[in-house]
Structure formats: structure tokens, C-alpha cells
């Protein structure tokens, strides 16, 4: 059982940043892809970035590439998310996510990923 707990989160103004955590325990980290997600009221939860075991390979969603980074330290078991230039659409609640099996992969799909934090709110206001 991998557990999964994020923190960073708070309020920010706009064009601000902001960095996430997400501390792992329980599992083997080295070996897992990353990922984080957000949902906002009323929305789906959407893909933000993802990174595979070595961090040799990252991804990201269209609306952050340029603002956020994704990054990982294994001898510390966390993940990180650099968020840049943050804009009041950035507000969400933001999600930590491993996956088993598929460290060598980027993994960009809510289904694909089989452990999940409790999430973190973010707010960013204009």
C-alpha cells in the first residue's frame, strides 16, 4: 500500500508561485511513474504533469508548459510541482499520483494511475 501526501498548497496571488510536495511512503518509489492532477468546483479532475522513475522524461499539459515543472527526488521519496506565473484559472484542488508497473512511462490518464493523495487547494486570486 503506497500513501501519498501532498502540501504546499494556499493562496496566491496572481502571476505568483507557488511548489507542491508530495511525500510517498509504503511502496517503492524509485520505481513508480508520477503524476499530478487538479479538479476545480464543477470540473473533471485533468492532468497537469507527469514524470517517469528516473525523470529522464517529463509531460505536460498544454495549459501549464512554460509555467509549472515537475521534478522528483527518489533518495526522499517526494514529488515535486514548480507553479509559475499562476493564474485565478489555476485554482484547484491538486492531486498527487502514482503508478505501479509503468515507471518507465509518462502517464497522463486519471485511470491509469492506481494511488492517490488527499489533495492540496491551491488559489490564486486576480
Known amino acids: 500500500q503506497v500513501q501519498l501526501v501532498e502540501s504546499g498548497g494556499g493562496l496566491v496571488q496572481a502571476g505568483g508561485s507557488l511548489r507542491l510536495s508530495c511525500a510517498a511512503s509504503g511502496g517503492t518509489f524509485n520505481s513508480y511513474a508520477m503524476g499530478w492532477f487538479r479538479q476545480a468546483p464543477g470540473k473533471e479532475r485533468e492532468f497537469v504533469a507527469s514524470?517517469?522513475?528516473?525523470?529522464?522524461?517529463?509531460y505536460y499539459a498544454d495549459f501549464v508548459k512554460g509555467r509549472f515543472t515537475i521534478s522528483r527526488d527518489n533518495a526522499k521519496n517526494t514529488v515535486y510541482l514548480q507553479m509559475n506565473s499562476m493564474k485565478p484559472e489555476d485554482t484547484a484542488v491538486y492531486y498527487c499520483?502514482?503508478?505501479?508497473?509503468?515507471?518507465?512511462?509518462?502517464?497522463?490518464?486519471?485511470?491509469?494511475?492506481?494511488?492517490w493523495g488527499q489533495g492540496t487547494q491551491v488559489t490564486v486570486s486576480s
Open positions: 499520483a502514482s503508478a505501479i508497473g509503468r515507471g518507465w512511462a509518462v502517464v497522463t490518464t486519471v485511470p491509469q494511475y492506481d494511488y
Open positions: 514524470i517517469n522513475r528516473s525523470s529522464s522524461s517529463t
